[in-house]
């Protein structure tokens, strides 16, 4: 981060996951897929216990960036924070991503 206004929208953002119980909502389903004893369900159940390591669902996501933005703004930081601090996240995935192809390749 290069600014308080990125960090006050990360910090926002990471408050409304808090917030909207997003983390338990996702330990709740886990530990109900994983309290299934029968061997064929848990053989199904890996397919989503898969999926759901993979982090919040875009939607949560989405609603995460535009409460903690407003809250941000609300305590009187710049929204240009939110924008600057998404389009670094956004080239570091990119990167990342062009970096794990070419390990896969080699």
Do not use: C
């Amino acid at each position: 981060m290069t600014s308080e206004d990125e960090l006050a929208f990360v910090l926002g953002h990471e408050l409304e996951h808090i917030d909207h119980y997003h983390s338990v909502e996702r330990v709740q389903i886990e530990a109900k897929l994983k309290s299934l004893d029968l061997e064929i369900v848990a053989a199904i159940a890996e397919i989503p216990m898969s999926l759901w390591q993979a982090g919040y669902s875009k939607d949560q996501e989405f609603e995460a960036d535009r409460e903690g933005l407003r809250i941000a703004a609300a305590a009187g930081y710049s929204p240009e924070g939110a924008v600057e601090m998404t389009e670094r996240l956004a080239k570091l995935n990119r990167e990342y991503v062009i970096m794990r192809r070419r390990r896969q390749a080699s």
